[in-house]
């Protein structure tokens, strides 16, 4: 199926965000197994629906211009966020979410090198990803490491000051 990139536009708003909680369903559960619970709560006293939604939101309203979608056949199949840091001579890509009907068939690697595509035209001279270290995130950086990213280690921690 070929793929389209086009630039964001609201009529993509419910389409966009609709895909990403199908995209991230299976990612956090395993998230919770991973993280201490303290910490999980903390992010999402709501439930992880909630803030992912107003997050996501967020983005695609604060900055609709930094934003691409997919179209496979015309339908909203993944998106992106590319933010530029011209201080740090890099690009991020900041949010990337594909539907799970496409996943595994190329609309990540498009909406990636997208992304790169901008960074390249910013003058910039790389691109950075962060995602999880947990279980849930696995295809995730197993996509991101097939498309030449390579992996900085970072140690997060979190201390429960309630318990003291």
Same mark, same amino acid.
């Given at each position: 199926?070929?793929?389209?990139? #086009?630039?964001?536009?609201? /009529?993509?708003?419910?389409?966009?965000? @609709?895909? =990403?909680?199908?995209?991230?369903?299976? $990612?956090?559960?395993?998230?919770?197994?991973? $993280?201490?619970?303290?910490?999980?709560?903390?992010?999402?006293?709501?439930?992880?629906?909630?803030?992912?939604?107003?997050?996501?939101? #967020?983005?695609?309203?604060?900055?609709?211009?930094?934003? @691409?979608?997919?179209?496979? @056949?015309?339908?909203? #199949?993944?998106?992106?966020?590319?933010?530029?840091?011209?201080?740090?001579?890099?690009?991020?890509?900041?949010?990337?979410?594909?539907?799970?009907?496409?996943?595994?068939?190329?609309?990540?690697?498009?909406?990636?090198?997208?992304?790169?595509?901008?960074?390249?035209?910013?003058?910039?001279?790389? $691109?950075?990803? /962060?995602?999880?270290?947990?279980?849930?995130?696995?295809?995730?950086?197993?996509?991101?490491? =097939?498309?030449?990213?390579?992996?900085?280690? $970072?140690?997060?921690?979190?201390?429960?000051?309630? /318990?003291?």
């Amino acid at each position: 199926m070929p793929v389209t990139i #086009a630039p964001y536009a609201a /009529e993509h708003r419910q389409a966009v965000l @609709d895909l =990403s909680l199908r995209a991230w369903e299976p $990612v956090f559960p395993q998230v919770l197994d991973a $993280v201490p619970r303290f910490v999980y709560d903390a992010f999402y006293p709501d439930g992880w629906r909630a803030r992912q939604l107003a997050d996501l939101a #967020a983005v695609l309203d604060d900055e609709p211009g930094n934003v @691409d979608v997919a179209l496979v @056949d015309g339908v909203v #199949a993944g998106w992106i966020c590319t933010r530029l840091h011209p201080g740090d001579d890099m690009g991020e890509v900041y949010v990337l979410a594909v539907d799970p009907a496409h996943q595994r068939h190329g609309v990540g690697a498009a909406l990636t090198a997208r992304a790169c595509d901008r960074v390249r035209a910013a003058g910039l001279r790389m $691109v950075m990803v /962060e995602t999880g270290g947990d279980p849930g995130h696995a295809p995730a950086r197993a996509a991101y490491e =097939s498309l030449g990213f390579v992996p900085w280690p $970072v140690a997060r921690y979190f201390r429960d000051l309630r /318990e003291q």
